[in-house]
């Protein structure tokens, strides 16, 4: 670490200690998951997600070797981001306003924006990166696969639906039209009822992966489309937190969200 490591927060001891022991279950947790798949794909990213808690909680798990971080409020990711060490990944995962895309943007370290839900917030973000960043910044668009009212996102689709939908036009327009934003995938939350069943299957992770298949061979059949996405050539699926994470994977589920698993339970809001 460099020479100003010492400026960073730092945890007690026994929650540092409490932390990473928690970090380590939920790790093998998801890689224990990952190898009952069926195709022999990469392991998913653990998203540590530390909306509420302090930056010397996100610093003990970060001396733990963890980078990827999950934070809901533009303020706060902003706070944390300037205290914290550099190379930390930063995804946010809150509810997404036009008007925090310019200050989202400007996180030097922000690597990922998974709730994009129109093209006026991709456009917003696209414009808003500054011009010395190097890197583009990772989009998922969030899709509302349980189509609750309350939950953001965009419809999902379905395989046997004409290709003209909001979910195809923000995916080409964010290829097309956002040179400085890459498409990495479909995020989803899915229905609380859902995540809290003894289910194996869950039919919003199963809707997204069928949205990812649709829109996978949408992309791939427009010879039009200039411009990279996804991972690798395919799309990632951001699905799966604390509750049920190891379903998500068993799913196909390329990155998982988890807070409470790792840090323990949040103030209720
Ligand atoms: C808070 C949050 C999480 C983490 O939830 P836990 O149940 O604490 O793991 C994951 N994804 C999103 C979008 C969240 O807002």
């Known amino acids: 670490m460099s020479s100003d490591a010492t400026n960073y927060p730092t945890a007690s001891p026994e929650r ?3 932390l990473q022991t928690a970090l380590d279950e939920v790790r093998a947790r998801v890689r224990a998951a990952a190898e009952m798949r069926s195709e022999n794909s990469v392991e998913p990213r653990l998203v540590a997600v530390s909306k509420y808690k302090p930056a010397a ?9 963890q980078r990827d971080f999950g934070e809901n409020y ?3 990711l902003a706070e944390k981001a300037a205290v914290l060490p ?14 925090k895309c310019k200050p989202l943007a400007a996180i030097p370290n922000i690597y990922a924006v998974q709730t994009v839900d129109s093209a006026k917030k991709a456009t917003a973000l696209n414009k808003s990166l500054p011009a010395d960043r190097e890197a583009p910044l990772n989009i998922y668009i969030q899709v509302n696969t349980s189509a609750e009212d309350q939950k953001s996102g965009i419809l999902p689709l379905k395989k046997s639906e004409p290709a003209s939908t909001d979910l195809v036009d923000l995916a ?8 400085r934003l890459r498409l990495v995938g479909l995020m989803t939350i899915g229905s609380f009822e859902a995540s809290t069943s003894s ?5 919003d992770f199963k809707s997204l992966v069928e949205t990812k298949e649709a829109l996978t061979e949408i992309l791939r059949s427009d010879s039009s489309l200039s411009g990279e996405w996804g991972v690798n050539g ?3 699926l951001s699905m799966g937190m604390s509750a ?3 379903v998500a994977i068993r799913a196909g589920s390329g990155s998982v969200r988890v807070g409470t698993g790792i840090f323990g339970s949040r103030p209720s809001t």
């Open 16 to 18: 540092a200690e409490e």
């Open 57 to 65: 909680d996100i610093m003990a798990c970060y001396q733990h070797g």
């Open 74 to 76: 533009a303020a706060e």
């Open 86 to 99: 550099k190379d930390i990944r930063w995804h946010f995962i809150g509810g997404l306003q036009s008007n």
């Open 172 to 179: 080409k327009l964010v290829i097309q039209d956002c040179p």
């Open 199 to 203: 289910d194996e299957e869950n039919p």
């Open 234 to 236: 395919s799309l990632e």
């Open 244 to 246: 049920d994470f190891e």
